[in-house]
């Protein structure tokens, strides 16, 4: 079968199209005729070097989330999946491939009505940014900040923050993800490559009540600054290449709370699943911003890495 190499860790040349034995569903496990692989900024991180939650030993096919029809399962994972469309983690590598062997009960049913692209963008970011708000505890009138406001998650938590009655304000680089994140109904925009920014942020809202941060660095630094007495932070993404650097003590001094979710595996489904759900509804819209061949991998990567991506990427394997 077809699929993407990951030999030896560096840019994104290393990811290299190929041959790879085809993949038997196990005990407990399902195989899935992959239609699309979804791709993380995580997963970059850990083509560059081996950083992030996935451990693996080389050479490996990358790639952790996936969607696609049953066409076998294994011993005691249930006849009744055979022929559904399900999206569904693979634990780490062997998504970008025309199949991959995953845990049945792992994988969640596409609701009618929903496209199975639309599916697989939500299946990480969907997850994030519906725990991310809950976690929040964002009320109607307060005022939210989302940086990274025009990526996988951020276009997401746009949506659902403003679903939940809040001012939302979003933070991005440039006037294509300015614009993007207006037409997904943000009430403030703000370029966070500009001198600044965090002044314009501050005379718009006058203050903020909760902050998404998905950029880190000195950017979520300056963000934090912003949160008055009674302020939630949450971090969910380190697009700017570090996490944010706010000690306790400093929140616990301006009486911010820095929130940092934690939920078992069923919670982490039910999100995914909600996800699902205000999407079929239509009040919840992914934003798919890029899509790439499986052969195309090394360029989706390329892609994420410059910044250039709005939304989510997915690789289109048929």
């Known amino acids: 079968m077809r699929a993407v190499w990951l030999k030896e860790f560096g840019g994104p040349e290393v990811l290299v199209a190929g041959e790879a034995p085809e993949p038997v569903a ?29 451990k693996a030993e080389l050479p490996v096919i990358p790639g952790n989330g996936v969607g696609g029809v049953v066409t076998a399962v294994g011993p005691g994972a249930g006849e009744d999946l055979v022929g559904r469309r399900v999206i569904g983690s693979t634990g780490g590598s062997g998504g970008y491939a025309e199949r991959a062997a995953v845990d ?11 496209e199975l692209d639309a599916a697989v963008a939500l299946l990480a970011d969907g997850r994030t940014a519906t725990m991310m708000l809950r976690a929040a505890g964002v009320r109607p009138g307060e005022r939210v900040l989302v940086e990274a406001a025009a990526g996988g998650v951020g276009t997401l938590l746009v949506q659902l923050a403003r679903a939940a009655g809040a001012k939302v304000v979003a933070a991005a680089g440039g006037p294509r993800k300015l614009e993007l994140a207006r037409d997904l109904g943000a009430d403030v925009t703000v370029d966070y490559r500009e001198p600044g920014w965090a002044e314009q942020v501050r005379q718009a809202a006058g203050g903020l009540d909760v902050v998404f941060d998905g950029v880190g660095g000195d950017i979520g630094r300056s963000a934090f600054e912003l949160l008055g007495r009674g302020g939630r932070m949450l971090s969910y993404g380190l697009a700017g290449g570090s996490w944010v650097n706010v000690p306790e003590e400093a929140a616990a001094e301006r009486g911010v709370r820095l929130v940092r979710p934690q939920f078992g595996p069923e919670e982490l489904r039910a999100f995914t699943e909600s996800a699902l759900a205000e999407a079929v509804a239509g009040r919840l819209r992914p934003v798919i911003g890029q899509r790439f061949p499986l052969e195309r991998a090394a360029d989706a990567h390329a892609a994420i890495q410059s910044r250039a991506t709005v939304g989510k990427t997915l690789l289109v394997v048929r």
């Open 26 to 54: 196990g005990p407990g496990q399902a195989l899935v005729e992959v239609a699309f692989a979804n791709i993380t900024f995580v997963e970059t991180q850990f083509r560059a070097g081996g950083f992030g939650p996935f």
């Open 104 to 114: 049945a009960t792992g994988l969640i049913e596409v609701p009618d009505g929903l």
